[in-house]
Every structure is written in structure tokens, then in C-alpha cells.
């Protein structure tokens, strides 16, 4: 069973989130929260398999939280994906940095929202294709202006964790990547669990920005 949280001040739409996840027989909503500071609350306190977050709210916004729940210096991170009706490029980069797993607008269809949940409490990571294609156009830009630092993976990682970056970064999932490298999924989340703390990030999707960011992979045209 997935354990939720979901944080948002709106009450209308924190119950309808809560409804259409809890619908799910392998979803279960245990807390709802209005504000930030009640989301960081609930989370450490119940220690959910996810959170779901919004961006605005009062008190503590859902970024600071999401920092708070899964940011840098965070010894046991909880999985947040970014729910928002806000499409703006602060916020996008501002979740990523945050360490948040996903980043979804609230117009998304409700299947999208379910798997979405279903993929950050997996330890994978989830983007909306159209914010996917700005993320990259981002990453491309600042590429401009820095040097090639590609030889920072071998580096830093071993073959075997270099291997998984690549896949990592083509999307695939765990599964995916076991099957690709004939490795079990637990060895697979074995090595993501040493690498991500050798490139500085808390998440899958930071992990792919990371590789695409120092040309381990190049960005498509």
C-alpha cells in the first residue's frame, strides 16, 4: 500500500486529491495538511511513502518543504512530487533543486496524477512532457557558458554506477534498467543509493539534470 500525504491550501481541491487517490486499492491518503509547516509535520511524523505538494501556501510555501522533507542535508528523505497550478519557471527549478521527485500542473488528466504518485513513491522520478522539453532547453542555455566536465563522472562514480546514470538518463525505470544490465532491481537501487550522494542530489530526476548538466549525455536537438 502507498501511504500519502497531500498538502494543499485549498480545501476543495485537497479533498478532491484525496478522493480520486483514495479511490486506488493500492493508494491510501493517511494525512491531509493545509500549509507547509503541517505538511513537514505530518510527514515526519507518519513517515508516508510520498507527499504530494502544492506550491503556494501559507506559512511555509510547498518548495521550503519540499527542502525540509528531501533537501540537501536530509538524513532520511521523504519522496515529494510538486502538484501546482502555476506554470512558471521558478517554480520548476526551484522543486528540482528543492530535491522534489516529480513536478505535475494540476490540469494534468487524473490517470497522470495517479501514476505520477505510483512512480515517485517507487523512487522514480516524474515530469510533464511539455515542462520535460523547457528543463532541457534550460540545461542547454547555462551548457553554454561552462566547460566540458564530463570526465567529473568517471571520476566520481564506478563503471557499473556510470552505466545506470546513461540508463537513468534515457528514462527507464529500475525494472528497466535490471533488465538492460541482467542485475537485480534491489542491486539496481543499491548502486543509485551510493551514486546520488557522490553527484550531490536526492533524487532520480536530479540525477538525469546532473548528467546533462556535465555532458555525460548530450542534450537532442
Same mark, same amino acid.
Given at each position: 500500500?502507498?501511504?500519502?500525504?497531500?498538502a494543499? *491550501?485549498?480545501?476543495?481541491?485537497?479533498a478532491?486529491?484525496s478522493a480520486?487517490?483514495?479511490?486506488?486499492p $493500492?493508494i491510501e +491518503?493517511?494525512?491531509e495538511? &493545509?500549509d =507547509?509547516?503541517q @505538511?513537514?509535520?505530518a510527514?515526519r511524523?507518519?513517515r508516508?511513502?510520498m507527499?504530494?505538494?502544492d506550491?503556494r !501556501?501559507? =506559512?511555509? *510555501?510547498?518548495i521550503?518543504? /519540499?527542502?525540509?522533507?528531501?533537501g540537501p542535508?536530509?538524513?532520511?528523505?521523504?519522496?515529494? %512530487?510538486?502538484?501546482t /497550478?502555476?506554470?512558471?519557471?521558478d517554480?520548476?527549478?526551484?522543486?528540482?533543486?528543492?530535491? @522534489?521527485s516529480g513536478? %505535475?500542473?494540476? $490540469?494534468a488528466?487524473?490517470t #497522470?496524477?495517479?501514476e505520477?504518485?505510483r512512480?515517485v513513491?517507487a523512487g522514480?522520478?516524474?515530469?510533464?512532457d /511539455?515542462?520535460?522539453?523547457?528543463v532541457?532547453?534550460e540545461l542547454l542555455?547555462r551548457?553554454?557558458?561552462?566547460?566540458?566536465t564530463? @570526465?567529473?563522472a #568517471?571520476?566520481?562514480? #564506478?563503471?557499473?554506477? %556510470?552505466?545506470?546514470l546513461?540508463? %537513468? @538518463?534515457q528514462g527507464m525505470?529500475n525494472?528497466e534498467i535490471?533488465r538492460?544490465?541482467?542485475l537485480?532491481?534491489? /542491486?539496481?537501487?543499491?548502486?543509485?543509493?551510493? !551514486?546520488? &550522494?557522490k553527484?550531490?542530489?536526492r533524487?532520480?530526476l536530479?540525477a538525469v +539534470?546532473?548528467?546533462?548538466?556535465?555532458r555525460?549525455? $548530450?542534450?537532442p536537438?
Amino acid at each position: 500500500m502507498i501511504r500519502v500525504v497531500v498538502a494543499d *491550501d485549498q480545501p476543495l481541491v485537497r479533498a478532491g486529491l484525496s478522493a480520486m487517490l483514495g479511490v486506488e486499492p $493500492d493508494i491510501e +491518503v493517511v494525512a491531509e495538511a &493545509p500549509d =507547509g509547516v503541517q @505538511a513537514v509535520e505530518a510527514a515526519r511524523r507518519l513517515r508516508p511513502d510520498m507527499v504530494c505538494m502544492d506550491v503556494r !501556501m501559507p =506559512g511555509l *510555501d510547498g518548495i521550503a518543504a /519540499t527542502r525540509e522533507l528531501c533537501g540537501p542535508g536530509v538524513e532520511h528523505p521523504i519522496p515529494v %512530487l510538486i502538484l501546482t /497550478t502555476f506554470d512558471v519557471d521558478d517554480y520548476l527549478f526551484g522543486a528540482l533543486e528543492a530535491g @522534489a521527485s516529480g513536478f %505535475l500542473l494540476k $490540469d494534468a488528466e487524473p490517470t #497522470t496524477v495517479v501514476e505520477a504518485v505510483r512512480s515517485v513513491a517507487a523512487g522514480n522520478g516524474t515530469l510533464a512532457d /511539455t515542462l520535460t522539453k523547457r528543463v532541457v532547453r534550460e540545461l542547454l542555455e547555462r551548457r553554454r557558458t561552462q566547460p566540458v566536465t564530463a @570526465a567529473r563522472a #568517471t571520476e566520481l562514480l #564506478t563503471a557499473r554506477e %556510470l552505466d545506470i546514470l546513461l540508463l %537513468l @538518463a534515457q528514462g527507464m525505470s529500475n525494472e528497466e534498467i535490471a533488465r538492460s544490465l541482467v542485475l537485480e532491481v534491489s /542491486t539496481v537501487k543499491s548502486h543509485l543509493a551510493r !551514486m546520488m &550522494p557522490k553527484l550531490g542530489v536526492r533524487s532520480r530526476l536530479q540525477a538525469v +539534470v546532473w548528467a546533462y548538466q556535465n555532458r555525460v549525455v $548530450d542534450i537532442p536537438t
